[in-house]
């Protein structure tokens, strides 16, 4: 296995088919097709699915590429710093539940690091495809929370994915609401508070488990219940609809605006905030100074346990 072999195949999986990526590596077609099985053959799996429309990843495929671009981002830093080749386009994903401090860290990271090129993502997304997209590298980082609830069956689904969690700090419950509902002059709210109000949560797909909701008390009836997929909508609604979410009440005014407030929520309960990250394989450079930000973005908000 070389690394020309590496940069085959992953060029072979941003492009789609063999035929563009062939276009893109300058090399004969027929050349890149043997250099790729014969990668398959040394390593003992099929990473590519051959079909009449081009070829598609198979799951053994998309961990080796997560792996592949990898050891090629190291590469390229390497040159970079002792041979004084030119710069590339860096690249850098992190997936995490909707949380304005990983926007923030993200945000940090790209002012410092991104350079003149880079090929940076964040998704805030579901669940379960935030703790897959770590398992199968497609992201270096992973940002969700842990409590008495879900603990037992996420820590599982963890370990089942070779991953590990690293707490940042602990969260007691609080509510976002807008400014302009009557929830947000309360100094705390308690449960019967909400109940007249509508309930916002995030949409969590195939995997609508409870122990994957992305609030606290997600088993709890609600006569109002609204589902979303993304946190401008929701904030949106909180506003137009006087809702509420269920939240760690950290909240960003300059990415969030003034019209969203955090009130504390009266229930003994916690959030326990941290990331995860793959047992196997560790974080790239991208991906330690992520965690570095994150790091300096949790601290002053843990609270007593």
């Known amino acids: 296995m070389t690394l020309l072999q ?30 790729v099985r014969e990668l398959e053959n040394e390593l003992g799996i099929t990473i590519f699915k051959r079909t009449n429309k081009g070829i598609l990843l198979t799951a053994d495929g998309e961990e080796f590429l997560g792996y592949a671009r990898q050891v090629i981002e190291q590469t390229n830093l390497i040159e970079e710093r002792y041979l004084g080749t030119a710069q590339v386009k860096h690249q850098f994903c992190v997936s995490t539940q909707h949380y304005s401090f990983a926007v923030e860290a993200f945000v940090e990271l790209l002012k410092q690091y991104g350079g003149e090129e880079y090929d940076f993502r964040i998704r805030e997304t579901q669940t379960y495809e935030l703790i897959e997209d770590v398992a199968r590298l497609r992201s270096e980082v992973g940002v969700l929370y842990l409590n008495p609830f879900n603990e037992t069956v996420l820590r599982k689904t963890l370990r089942e994915n070779h991953l590990k969690f690293h ?18 002059r309360k100094k705390v709210v308690t449960l019967d508070d909400l109940a007249p109000y509508p309930r916002l949560s995030y949409e969590q797909g195939e995997h609508n488990s409870f122990y994957f909701s992305e609030e606290i008390l997600s088993t709890r009836e ?29 909240i960003n005014e300059d990415l969030n605006g003034k019209n969203i407030v955090a009130v504390p929520l009266a229930v003994e309960d916690y959030m326990e905030i941290g990331y995860i990250t793959h047992s196997k394989v560790g974080p790239g450079p991208f991906g330690m100074r992520y965690i570095e930000a994150l790091k300096r973005y949790a601290v002053g908000q843990d609270e007593p346990e």
Do not use: M, W
């Open 222 to 250: 609600s006569k109002k219940d609204i589902l979303v997929s993304d946190r401008a909508t929701l904030f949106n609604l909180l506003i137009g609809l006087n809702g509420y979410t269920i939240c760690s009440g950290v």
């Open 167 to 184: 707490r940042l700090f602990l969260a007691r419950p609080h509510v976002f609401v807008s400014a302009f509902s009557p929830l947000a």
């Open 6 to 35: 590496l940069k085959y195949a992953v060029t072979v999986a941003e492009a789609g088919t063999i035929s563009e990526a062939a276009k893109r590596l300058f090399i004969a077609q027929p050349s890149l097709t043997a250099a």
